[in-house]
Every structure is written in structure tokens, then in C-alpha cells.
């Protein structure tokens, strides 16, 4: 059995090795503090585990192919973020996905159609946004992350991060009028 207070940097080589022991005191030391990283990019709690185990298992898959140039800690955060960047990317329904049958309720009230209309138009619109610009509305509108928090997530500045949402929103607004 793996001393739980063995270092970082002599659980990699390891865990490289297939050691089990090794990978689930790793897991054990990152997995509440990464579900909470997570969790502020995803706002929902079973989401965020999900994604915090999809990276886990990666790691494991990888693990004899697992080249870490910085700290495993770093790495793993890492991971998260990008991770959850493509889990809110995927969340939206791109708009050619949209069937029939979603795009028209059955006749309720005339402000629910206008509402899901407005919505499908709206994720339209956000799909289609230049990259850097989609990830950060998403990590401000979806994450709820402040502009400094987004510009310290993405290693820009928080002008840059102003910027982009006024485009953001500058776009979004043309396509829902």
C-alpha cells in the first residue's frame, strides 16, 4: 500500500507503472478541490464530477504515455478548465441539430414560442462566435466567473476580456433583433 502522504512527484513514475494504489491516492488528494474548481466553470455539481472523473480515467488511460513538465496539481487544473470548456461547448445544441419537433411546442401560450424561438436564435448566435469570444461569454454567462477571474483562467488581460464580451453581446443582440 502507497503512503498517502507520499509526494506528488514520486506518485507519477508510479502510477506510469500501473500502480493502482499509487493513481487512487492521487485521486483521493485532488478530487473534492477539482470538483470545486469544476463546479464554478459548470454550476452543477454532478456535471463537474463528471468531468472531474472523465479526467481522471484519461489519466489513467494515458498513464505509461503521461508526460508532466510542471507540477501533477497544475496539470490536472489544467485539464479541468479545458475540459469544462469543452463540456459548455458542447452543451449548447448547434443549430443544425435543432429537429422540428424542438424548435415548435405544442401551442401553449404565444410568449413560450416566442421565448423558445429567441432561445434556439440566441444559441445560434452564441455557437457562432469567434472562439475566444464564445469561451468567454460562457465563462461569464455559464461559469459566472468576473471579468478578472475569466482573465486570470485565460492569461489575458481584463481589457481583453471587456473587449470580447462587448463583442459578445454586440453580435448577440444584431442576431435576436
Known sequence: MIPT???DDQLIPLIQQGDQSAFDV?????????????????GNEAESEEVVQDVFVDVWQRRKRLTISHSIKAYLYQAIKYQCLNHLRKAVIPFDEVTETDAV????????LFSQELNIRLQHAINHLPPRCQAIFRLSRHAG???KEIAEELGISV?????????ALKRLRKAID
Not at 159 to 167: D, F, L, S
Open 5 to 7: 502522504n507520499l509526494p
Open 145 to 147: 466567473l468576473s471579468y
Open 159 to 167: 481589457k481583453t476580456v471587456e473587449a470580447q464580451m462587448g463583442i
Open 105 to 112: 411546442a405544442p401551442p401553449k401560450i404565444e410568449s413560450e
Open 26 to 42: 492521487l485521486f483521493k488528494r485532488y478530487y473534492v478541490m477539482l470538483s470545486r474548481y469544476a463546479l464554478r466553470f459548470l
